[in-house]
């Protein structure tokens, strides 16, 4: 039997794990090996799928996170038993929090040796539980070919997310008939709602009398990719669109109609637009408190018609006027098909000239940090130098917010970050993933030095790999966001937050055999960006700023959007 | 069970049908956990279809909290099927084990009586303490353990609340 054929027969479980992942399109790996991974390893060599090494687990998962939010196929990543498994648990709950498809698998101890606390044991099912959609442990080496099939349809489809894997280590090595099924069934399971054609038509009743509507996109547009349906409605309705961070991008920011996030850290015309609509179409949002500040204000006086493919995040969050169960692109199709059938609203009236003018003034008015390497200045210079397909990750930190602020997303869905659990040390390794999965396109990192710090050993990966990134990063030589929330709300007691000029990230990128520029003016960074988009290697800009920048506009933790700090 | 336990609040009896399978209790519970609900009671047993359990779990929570957790266990893929019992529909049956103390013959005879009036069965009468075995809706139950407090509730042991909706409801 060739390697090639899926088809049945006699092997070992490492074999068909092999055969099983080529069965569902995988062909590459990002991971690290082990002790008990190892008969993974040893099927790995014979086989075609591609191995990418990385320098730390966490970084294996957020590469195979990165590549899944892009491609939006399951992304791979193996690590082995014990520490090697826990180390992936932080990529693991970092997808579950944006709902990104993944399967992790790890080797485990022997099922002989399993609960007698063995050297590199973990009960890594029993941690990962409440992080993952689902998780398995085969027994018995038959179970495995099933087990991956399962867990790709659960990691990929109705609300995606990571799936986990948990292979003893005789279960790789012991040989059994194996049989690759198609079908399944799974009870439980029901990912897939069709739109309710009533809903949709209450919905646009709504939307239709009321006099301040407005669009709030979330994720689930860019999972979906909803982004066609999402620009008709818009256009039909004339409906102005925010969107939460995580959905930024869904709707192509320099469109007449787009206000760009709203939240924490939001546009200020979109914070100030939100306050006054009376009526929302929430579409793929779970209404997280850094996007809505605090629930009641944001509920108070709104009519809120909620689109989400997850039953269980109507209502969680925000009271709703009517929800759309179902993948929120057939729902919106269902409203577009519609909408064609009717007369379209106009010009959007008074409101939309209301909605122009608050934009316009805000463009005009929103004052700026001073100097020429202020966070707004270097990042619209870095957009202005990408093409519009260019697919940029975030870290996490004040840098990520400046992106939110100041990078305009034209392109829908080439914007990524971790927004649910704010993972710093995210960006880098998923802009590899990312690049993995889209190699005819730049990809970006915008980077802060706190976060690049936790996973920058990746460098390697992208060298030895040929993985070509560019990591644009803003350096305030200071765990950024910290230092600007002690010097909001703690009085300037500074403590923790100076990294210190260290390391000099030039020499560092250049020890991995990366490339390393330094920019310290705008034409610099001008350069740099174009030398780095040319480069057949990564590329790490460092760019120096003013530590004392803060993240402007900011509506403070537990405040509603009404009441954001400005820029003074 | 209709009985408010604070403001806002309803006790609510939850019908869970899981797969049998190791590790879906954990699942279960570590869900009420993580959603900051309580689990009051719960019983667990295999069904008559050997792959399939049914857990009966009474929280307590407004009727917003209640819809959430119903959807957050609709939602696990271990869940075959979740339900919000409604009260007037049910039979609700708990089985608990009180040992109580006696101080003379005649608490004996009063223990008795009010356990012939509850339908309850009598176990390892002695001298100075009786246990008592009450199978009963959880209101009954409440009723007798009220009137038994007098005497001294010395030990309890219950099984949780198992229920079923009437066919056709």
């Not at chain 1, 068909?16 to 069965?23: D, H, Q, S």
């Not at chain 1, 940029?392 to 829908?412: K, R």
């Not at chain 2, 009051?40 to 399939?52: A, F, K, L, Q, R």
Request: aromatic content about 6%; glycine content about 10%; proline content about 5%.
């Amino acid at each position: 039997m060739s390697r090639l054929d899926d088809g049945a027969g006699k092997m070992i479980g490492a074999e068909a794990l092999m055969r099983a992942l080529r069965k569902e399109g995988t062909r590459q790996v990002f991971g690290l090996p082990g002790g008990a991974n190892l008969p993974m390893y040893d099927e790995l060599y014979k086989s075609d799928i591609r191995h990418i090494l990385v320098r730390h687990e966490q970084s294996a998962a957020h590469m195979a996170d990165g590549f899944g939010r892009v491609s939006r196929k399951p992304g791979v990543c193996f690590a082995t038993s014990g520490p090697g498994a826990t180390n992936v648990l932080t990529g693991i709950a970092t997808a579950q929090a944006d709902s990104a498809p993944m399967v992790a698998v790890t080797g485990q101890v022997p099922v002989s040796m399993i609960g007698r606390d063995a050297f590199q044991e973990s009960d890594i099912i029993g941690m990962a539980n409440p992080v993952v959609k689902y998780a398995f442990q085969p027994r018995s080496a038959a179970e495995i070919p099933g087990a991956v099939r399962k867990g790709f349809y659960i990691a990929e489809t109705g609300r995606p997310g990571p799936v986990l894997l948990d292979i003893p280590k005789d279960v790789q090595q012991n040989e059994a008939e194996m049989e690759f099924p198609d079908e399944f069934k799974i009870r439980g399971y029901h990912p897939w709602t069709d739109p309710d054609i009533a809903s949709v038509e209450k919905a646009l009743g709504m939307i239709l009398s009321s006099q301040r509507p407005i669009i709030l996109a979330g994720g689930g547009t860019i999972i979906s990719m909803a982004f066609s349906e999402l620009q008709a409605v818009a256009e039909a309705l004339m409906m102005p669109v925010v969107t939460t961070f995580k959905g930024k991008g869904s709707f192509p920011e320099n469109h007449p109609l787009s206000l760009g996030p709203i939240g924490m850290h939001g546009h200020a015309e979109a914070n100030r637009l939100m306050t006054e609509a009376d009526c929302v179409l929430a579409v793929g949002t779970r209404f997280s408190d850094r996007s809505v500040g605090t629930f009641e204000e944001f509920e108070k006086r709104l009519k809120i018609i909620h689109m989400d493919v997850d039953p269980a995040e109507i209502g969680k969050n925000q009271r709703t006027s009517v929800a759309v169960v179902g993948d929120v692109r057939a729902s919106l199709r269902v409203m577009v098909k519609m909408l064609a059938s009717r007369a379209a609203r106009g010009d959007g009236g008074e409101w939309l000239g209301h909605v122009r003018e608050v934009k316009r003034y805000w463009k005009e008015n929103l004052k700026i940090h001073p100097g020429e390497m202020s966070a707004a200045r270097i990042l619209r210079k870095l957009r202005s130098a990408l093409p519009p397909e260019a697919v940029v990750t975030t870290e996490v930190g004040q840098h990520q917010m400046w992106a939110s602020l100041f990078y305009d997303v034209i392109q829908p869905g080439t914007f990524f970050s971790s927004t649910g659990l704010g993972t710093m040390g995210w960006g880098f390794p998923a802009a590899i993933g990312a690049k993995v999965a889209r190699p005819g396109v730049p990809v970006v990192d915008i980077a802060g030095d706190g976060s690049f710090n936790m996973t920058e050993n990746s460098l390697a990966t992208s060298v030895l790999e040929d993985i070509p990134v560019i990591v644009f990063l803003v350096n305030n030589f200071t765990l950024g966001m910290v230092a600007q929330w002690q010097r909001t709300f703690y009085d300037r007691r500074m403590i923790g937050v100076d990294q210190k000029h260290c390391p000099d990230y030039v020499k560092l990128a250049r020890s991995y055999g990366a490339q390393g520029l330094r920019a310290q003016s705008l034409d610099e960074l001008g350069a740099a960006v174009k030398e780095a988009l040319s480069s057949e290697v990564a590329t790490v800009i460092d760019i120096p700023i003013d530590p004392e920048e803060d993240v402007l506009p900011f509506v403070a933790p537990g405040t509603p959007l009404k009441d954001m700090i400005l820029p003074s | 069970m209709a009985e408010s336990g604070g403001s806002g609040g309803q006790w609510a009896i939850l019908s869970i049908l899981v797969e049998n399978r190791p590790g879906i209790l954990f699942k279960v519970t570590h869900l009420f956990r993580s959603r900051n609900f309580n689990i009051d009671s719960i019983s667990v047993g295999v069904t008559e279809d050997p792959d399939v359990s049914r857990m009966t779990i009474t929280t307590y929570g407004d009727e917003r909290q209640v819809a959430q957790v119903v959807k957050q266990l609709d939602k696990m893929i271990d869940t075959i099927e979740v339900r919000h019992l409604d009260e007037h529909k049910t039979v609700y049956r708990e089985l608990v084990l009180f040992k109580i103390r006696l101080g003379s013959a005649k608490d004996s005879m009063e223990i008795n009586k009010l356990a012939g009036a509850y339908g309850a069965k009598v176990h390892d009468a002695r001298k100075d303490s009786i246990m008592v075995e009450l199978a009963a809706a959880p209101d009954q139950v409440r009723a007798f353990e009220e009137l038994a407090a007098p005497f001294g509730i010395t030990e309890t042991a219950r099984t949780g609340i198992a229920a079923l909706q009437r066919s056709g409801s």
